[in-house]
């Protein structure tokens, strides 16, 4: 396998396009905005110029990884050629399915529709195809050129060869390939998403301050990164999509998202990617600091 589309220029596709341009794959990516992809190729560059001044890259790798890239806002010439699709579109049911409805259309109908979905049904997904057995997820972890995690995910159908196509693809990106079922969250996000709600009422419910609560699961979890500063860096948006994925799909109460978390996606304060969240991020300085409303 040589040729791989990715679909969506943000966060998660920029960071897989990335990742298989280092490890030798030609890669078209394919997003709807032309600025998108701009900014795309500008993170891309300045991702790989950080791992040649770390020393994990050279500038030569760095420029041939560079130069196996493409851009295209034209999806039908964007996977006209490829032999794995890797979809990382918004966490949106509707807009997934639209998708793979003309990735079928227009992808070589040997080719493997991967997406990189974290909690969507990769069987729904599939249903919208007419192959169902090449439909797989694909779910990388963000800053995906750092984590070594991709999380497998057969759909109802999906043939075995296909998951054993794409456990070995995800070791040559040198990452660790784990096989989960098919179940809303799959595992990462199914137990992460409840913790990130719970630190949320836990703030709502005056326990406790957003750095407080932060540097009690650092310092007594031992985790690196606290719950609400975590759910900052995700988006707050892609935390509430993700919860009514849970909610809806297991209907029990306890994955309802949390008051605040919705008031605040719907007052667009989503975290790192608007600047403000339970944290205010920014981006040129890396400078943090609680948001004033919870200050």
Known sequence: ??????????????????????YGFDVTLVDVQAASLDRAVQTITKNMDRQVS?????????????SRLKTTTDLKQGVSSAELVVEAATENVELKLNIFRQLDEHAPATCILASNTSSISLTLIAAATKRPEKVIGMHFMNP?????????????????????????????????????????????????????????????????GVAEIDEVMKLGMGH??????????????????????????????????????????????????????FYCFNKETKELAVSPHFA
């Not at 770390?54 to 560079?66: I, P, R, V």
């Not at 008051?259 to 969240?277: F, H, I, Q, R, W």
């Open 1 to 22: 396998m040589k040729n791989v589309s990715v679909i969506g220029a943000g966060t998660m596709g920029n960071g897989i396009a990335h990742v298989f341009a280092q």
């Open 224 to 277: 690196p990164m606290g719950p609400l500063r975590l759910a900052d860096f995700i988006g707050l948006d892609v935390c509430l999509a993700i919860l009514r994925v849970l909610h809806e799909g297991f209907g029990n109460p306890k994955y309802a998202p949390c008051p605040l978390l919705v008031n605040m996606v719907t007052a667009g304060k989503k975290g790192d990617k608007s600047g403000e969240g």
């Open 144 to 208: 995906v050129p750092v984590m070594k995690l991709v999380e497998i995910i057969r759909g109802y159908s999906t043939a075995d060869e296909v998951a054993a196509e794409i456990s070995t693809i995800s070791k040559q990106l040198e990452k660790i390939p784990v096989e989960v079922n098919d179940y809303p969250g799959f595992v990462a996000n199914r137990i992460l998403m409840p913790m990130i709600n719970e630190a949320i009422w836990t703030l709502h419910e005056g326990v406790a």
């Open 54 to 66: 770390k020393g994990s890259m050279t500038e030569d790798q760095k420029q041939q990884a560079l």
